[in-house]
């Protein structure tokens, strides 16, 4: 079990503030935050390349652990091969013996075409692969990886993706991975750490983070559209002379979330255990790839999420009347 | 066109300042004159001591200034700002307040004579020091740029990869740097060469080079000067090119 207590780091213009966390052997960990949230700080702890102002880290072995930083940083003064197998040899494995491991690695990770070739001649995609295969190669426990998709193209960054859910499930290493990609980490972890301003605000499956993220930035940063501050009284969040019910009683200060996925959207009112329903214009359609996205004013601006086909089954234009729909549960409510 | 053409031609005229003595000087000196110094026992163990004495001056300083430009690239620490300018300094003063200052503290009956044993006024160790101290900047300062410009990542990553921070230092830092080390080695050599101010405070004789030439020309002129000041000058400038040639093919080399 990898485990941080309460450490607490400092370092140029990044820090990370009591940070508490257990990471199981063999786990796929996502580490989610925007950039500047103290991310490769944390990794650079759990190297081992710092030592925290604060606190402590327990259960890592440096000599078991194999940091990929976002721009792989191999190293420019050495060809592919020579990258790959730097880690051999300050083992002082026996030549053969590197040879045999550098073919199986190549093999695994389809580079054995570049062995012979610059670094700087190799594409994004390529880069990563020879920086996988050089942690690799040396067999670790605990693969740490910095954004590793940040700088690639889609269609690489799918490719990398599987990549690494292939790796972990074959390897059975504890994958800690940090992104600023929530699609990423729905994809990829297991658990996932919502890491904002050095502070860790959430932990859980990809389930809970995203069904209830902790706070009204984890839900902006997770992508929610709907994200409204005011007051509750008796049940009721007052915003713009709309009233939506809520679970909460009465809160001072509240920001709620509505998730878009879980709003319904109909030409007459839709009859449901669903006790918030609104009569609205529609005043914004943007169509998107799995989704269509359509603004309805309410009061508010309301975005909603329907599937492509139901947009064309219903025939939905701009200044349409609709009413929206959604549960009183479907109303998270975060009070600050 | 017409942008670059003027750009051209007032770098040539800056180019022509500098080439201009530098031919008239060879041209007075004349191709025999020149031959004739070369034969001069004193000319040639000027000259020899001169680069000799710059090039140990350069190994000390590549020694003890390569770790200390590391040192000054990654770490940040308070005061750092006073040590980097104490280092820029000897570029800032007269050379002779700099000799002056070095024989305070390595003349005969000084601290560090007396500390370390060393004779240094008056002998081949004490231009050394000279050459050392008015010229070390150019290598520290070079070799610092040139550990600053590679990322403190790529190090990290060798240490994740079992390196202890002297490997990392050793196969990452240094290799990657060396081009700048190498720069800033040979300009600090070609400084120290060039260098008159501090050592002839501090060791007259043996004469290097630029003090044989001064002593030529306070004692007999600008006809005796000029053949050496011409011979010097052709010495350096061959040096500097051949250098040059041999960094910039390793660096070719390097980006094949």
């Known amino acids: 079990m990898i485990r941080l207590i309460e450490v607490t780091k400092n370092f140029a213009d990044f820090s990370l503030k009591n940070i508490s966390l257990e990471i199981s052997p063999g786990e796929y960990f996502v580490v989610l935050g925007p950039s500047g949230a103290g991310k490769t700080l944390l ?20 000599e078991k652990v194999a940091l990929i930083y976002q721009d792989y940083m191999l190293f420019p003064h050495l060809n592919v091969q020579e990258n790959i197998g730097y880690g051999l040899k300050l083992r002082k494995i026996p030549p053969q013996e590197q040879r045999a491991k550098l073919k199986k690695i190549a093999t695994e990770l389809e580079i054995e075409h570049l062995l012979q070739r610059a ?20 067999q670790p426990e605990i693969l740490l990886l910095d954004e590793p998709t940040a700088a690639l193209d889609h269609r690489v960054r799918r490719q990398i993706q599987h990549l690494f859910a292939r790796l972990h499930r074959q390897y059975q290493q504890t994958f800690i991975h940090v ?67 809520t679970t909460v009683k009465e809160a001072e200060r509240a920001h709620c979330v509505l998730n878009s996925n879980e709003i319904i959207i109909s030409r007459r009112k839709f009859s449901s255990s669903a006790r918030n329903s609104f009569r609205g214009q529609i005043k914004e359609i943007f169509p998107r790839l799995a989704t269509t996205e359509v603004v309805v004013d309410i009061g508010v601006d309301l975005a909603v999420d329907i599937t492509p086909q139901s947009f064309q089954e219903m025939q939905l234009k701009i200044g349409d009347e609709v009413y929206v729909t959604f549960k009183t549960t479907s109303v998270k409510v975060y009070e600050y | 066109m017409r942008f670059r053409a003027i750009f051209g031609f007032l770098g040539f005229l800056l180019v022509l300042f500098v080439a201009l003595p530098v031919l ?22 000027a000259i020899f001591l001169t680069l000799r004495a710059s090039l140990w001056a350069t190994l000390l300083a590549l020694f003890f200034g390569v770790p200390l430009a590391y040192f000054l690239a990654r770490v940040d620490f308070k005061g750092k700002k006073v040590i980097e300018s104490l280092i820029d300094l000897p570029v800032v003063i007269p050379h002779t307040a700099a000799g002056i200052a070095l024989l305070l503290v390595w003349g005969r009956h000084s601290l560090l004579t007396r500390a370390t044993g ?20 150019f290598l520290v300062n070079g070799a610092k740029e040139g550990f600053r410009l590679v990322d403190v990542r790529l190090e990290n990553t060798a240490r994740t990869l079992g390196a202890s921070p002297f490997q990392a230092f050793w196969t990452v830092a240094l290799p990657l740097a060396k081009k700048s080390i190498l720069s800033g080695s040979i300009m600090m050599w070609a400084r120290g060469i060039s260098e008159f101010g501090a050592v002839v405070i501090l060791a007259y004789h043996p004469m290097t080079a630029s003090v044989l030439i001064f002593e030529r020309f306070q004692n007999f002129g600008l006809q005796e000067a000029t053949p050496v000041a011409a011979l010097l000058l052709i010495v350096s400038l061959v040096v500097i090119i051949v250098l040059r040639v041999i960094v910039d093919r390793n660096r070719a080399k390097k980006n094949d």
């Open chain 1, 119 to 138: 670094v700087t001649t190799l594409s994004g995609g390529e880069k990563q692969r020879v920086a996988i295969a050089r942690a690799l190669i040396l």
């Open chain 1, 179 to 245: 992104t600023h990609d929530f699609e990423e980490a729905l994809a990829l972890g297991e658990r996932i750490a919502l890491l904002f301003k050095g502070e860790i605000i959430q932990v859980g499956s990809p389930q809970d983070i995203f069904r209830s993220p902790a706070s009204k930035e984890a839900a902006n940063f997770l992508g929610y559209k709907n994200v409204f501050s005011g007051r509750i009284s008796n049940h009721y969040f007052e915003i713009n002379g709309v009233s939506i019910l």
């Open chain 2, 24 to 45: 008239r000087m060879v041209w007075e000196a004349g191709g025999g004159q020149m031959l004739e110094v070369t034969k001069a026992p004193e000319v040639r163990s």
């Open chain 2, 118 to 137: 060393l004779t240094v006024v008056g002998t081949e160790v004490g231009i050394t020091l000279a050459m050392l101290f008015v010229s070390l900047p």
């Open chain 1, 43 to 62: 990794l650079e702890l759990l190297a081992g390349l710092l030592e925290p102002d604060k606190g402590r880290v327990e259960g890592i072995k440096p």
